[in-house]
């Protein structure tokens, strides 16, 4: 079985930075497209980040295009979202996701594995 666990979560001030991380088990992450969503209460779970199985293709929402940044550390089996000049638009529980038919990147029904989530709550 895959498994994936976020981390790094937390309270941050508007205009600070997060590094929230995904630790898969299971598998390589190398082996799989992974992205990154986030859903808040009421509201659809959304495209936030994604990157390509062998990590030389990334996409972003334009709602974070140059503020957050995806990447891999395949030696530790993790994937990271690194969050910069947070808004508080940005509060949310955030998710990881791997998938090995990825087509749509920012489709959250290609991805075949999900995390539990972790929660980024940004204050004004």
């Known amino acids: 079985q895959v498994q994936l666990v976020e981390s790094g979560g937390g309270l941050v001030q508007a205009g600070g930075s997060l590094r929230l991380s995904c630790a898969a088990s299971?598998?390589?992450?190398?082996?799989?497209?992974m992205g990154w969503f986030r859903q808040v209460s009421g509201k659809e779970r959304e495209f936030v980040a994604a990157?390509?199985?062998?990590?030389?293709?990334?996409y972003y929402a334009d709602s974070v295009k140059g503020r957050f940044t995806i990447s891999r550390d395949n030696a530790k089996n993790t994937v990271y979202l690194q969050m910069s000049s947070l808004k508080p638009e940005d509060t949310a529980v955030y998710y990881c996701?791997?998938?090995?038919?990825?087509?749509?990147?920012?489709?959250?029904?290609?991805?075949?594995?999900w995390g539990q989530g972790t929660q980024v709550t940004v204050s004004s």
């Open positions: 299971g598998r390589a992450v190398s082996n799989y497209a």
């Open positions: 996701a791997g998938g090995l038919r990825v087509a749509d990147f920012g489709s959250r029904r290609q991805y075949d594995f």
């Open positions: 990157s390509s199985w062998s990590g030389g293709s990334t």
